[in-house]
C-alpha cells in the first residue's frame, strides 16, 4: 500500500536542491570567513551547537584535523549561559552551529567568545538571528524551509558549509570540486532506503549505529533521528570504543547499522562489524568489505571528507519510510517542536 508522503520526506528529496542552491548563493560568504580564518591562523577551534548542529560540529572536527591539522573542542553553552565563565579565546575560531540561531545558551556562548577575543563564525538558516548578529561572519547554509520537527537537509546544508569553508581555507582544489559534484550524487542517494535493514527492526529492543571519523559523526546524528522519528532507542559509538564495554548487551539478532566510508577507517570498521556479526547480531555496513556482516547499497562520492553526507541521506530516506511503516508521523515527534530554545 503506498503511503502517503510525509513533510521530511519532501525535505529529503530537496537535499540535493538545497546544496546545489549553498553552492552557488552561499560561497562568497564563505570565502570571505575563510580568508579571515587563514589571516587569523588559530592554534585551536571551538565550536557551540546542540542536537543535531552538534552533529554538524563533530564532523567539522574531524574535518579540520585531518585537513588543517586545526584542533577543535566542543565547549558547553552552559559554561557562559548559566555559568558566566570567559575563555582564553585570543587567536582562536570559534563556530556557532544552529539552524534557526535562536536558542538563548548558543547564543550567549556566541557572544561572549567573540568577547573574549575569538573570531566567530555562526552557521546558521537565519541570517538575521540573534545567533548571526553575535558573530563577526554569518554563514547562510541557504537550505530554505524546513517545517519536519527532523532535520534533514538543515543538517547536510550545516556540514556541507562547513566543509567548504576548510576547503577554501586550506584552497584544496579536489574538496572544492567534490562538493561540487555532490548535489547529482546525493539525488542518488535519496533513492535507497535500506529495506534489508528496515526488515529487521522492530519497536522493542535497542540497536547501535557505529562510525569512525567523520562517519561517527553520521552514526550520532543516525542514533538521535531513530529517537526523534520512530521512538526508537538506538546508541552511536565509535566502532573503536563498542568493543570496550557496550557489545555486552549484544545478543542474536540484535540490530547494528555501520557507516563506513571510502576512507583509511573503512577496513577498521568493517572488521568490527564482522566481529560484532559473528556474536550473533544482525550487522548492517555501508562497505563490501566484510565476510559476515550484510553489506547495504550506499552511494561513493570519489572524497573521504563527502563520503559520509551521501551515507546519512540514504539513512533518512530509509529512517522515514520505517517510521511511516509503524504508524508514526516523523513530522511530529512527540514531546518535541522545531525550534528548541535552551537557556
Request: glycine share 4%.
Amino acid at each position: 500500500m503506498e503511503h502517503p508522503q510525509t513533510q521530511m520526506r519532501r525535505e529529503i528529496d530537496e537535499i540535493p536542491t538545497a546544496v546545489e542552491r549553498l553552492l552557488s548563493k552561499g560561497r562568497l560568504a564563505i570565502q570571505d570567513a575563510a580568508r579571515a580564518a587563514a589571516a587569523r591562523d588559530p592554534a585551536f577551534a571551538i565550536t557551540i551547537a546542540r542536537g543535531t548542529s552538534d552533529h554538524a560540529c563533530t564532523y567539522l572536527k574531524y574535518a579540520s584535523e585531518l585537513m588543517l591539522g586545526l584542533p577543535v573542542a566542543s565547549v558547553g553553552p552552559s559554561v557562559a549561559s548559566i555559568y558566566g565563565a570567559h575563555l582564553r579565546l585570543q587567536q582562536s575560531l570559534c563556530i556557532a552551529v544552529s539552524q534557526s540561531g535562536m536558542s538563548p545558551d548558543i547564543v550567549e556562548l556566541a557572544r561572549m567568545a567573540r568577547f573574549d577575543g575569538a573570531l566567530s563564525v555562526a552557521i546558521t538558516n537565519n541570517r538575521h538571528s540573534p545567533l548571526a548578529e553575535s558573530s563577526s561572519h554569518t554563514l547562510d547554509i541557504c537550505a530554505g524551509p524546513e517545517r519536519s520537527v527532523a532535520a534533514t537537509k538543515t543538517f547536510v546544508n550545516s556540514v556541507v558549509t562547513a566543509l567548504l569553508l576548510l576547503a577554501e581555507w586550506k584552497q584544496d582544489a579536489e574538496l572544492i570540486a567534490a562538493l561540487h559534484r555532490l548535489p547529482d550524487l546525493l539525488n542518488g542517494a535519496t533513492k535507497l532506503d535500506w529495506p534489508e535493514v528496515r526488515e529487521n527492526l522492530t519497536g522493542d529492543r535497542s540497536l547501535f549505529t557505529l562510525g569512525r571519523g567523520p562517519a561517527w559523526a553520521i552514526s550520532n546524528e543516525a542514533a538521535l533521528k531513530f529517537k526523534e522519528t520512530c521512538q526508537l532507542h538506538a546508541e552511536s559509538y565509535s566502532s573503536a570504543e563498542v568493543l570496550h564495554g557496550p557489545v555486552s548487551i549484544v545478543g542474536e539478532g540484535f540490530p547494528v547499522i555501520c557507516f563506513a566510508a571510502e576512507d583509511r577507517a573503512e577496513r577498521a570498521v568493517a572488521e568490527i562489524a564482522d566481529q560484532i556479526a559473528q556474536k550473533g547480531a544482525k550487522v548492517f555496513i555501508t562497505s563490501p568489505k566484510v565476510s559476515h556482516a550484510t553489506a547495504i547499497d550506499h552511494v561513493r562520492t570519489d572524497h573521504p571528507l563527502t563520503d559520509p553526507i551521501s551515507l546519512i541521506v540514504s539513512f533518512y530516506a530509509m529512517v522515514e519510510r520505517f517510521a511511516v511503516e509503524r504508524g508514526i508521523d516523523p513530522d511530529t515527534p512527540r514531546h518535541l517542536q522545531k525550534v528548541t530554545e535552551t537557556l
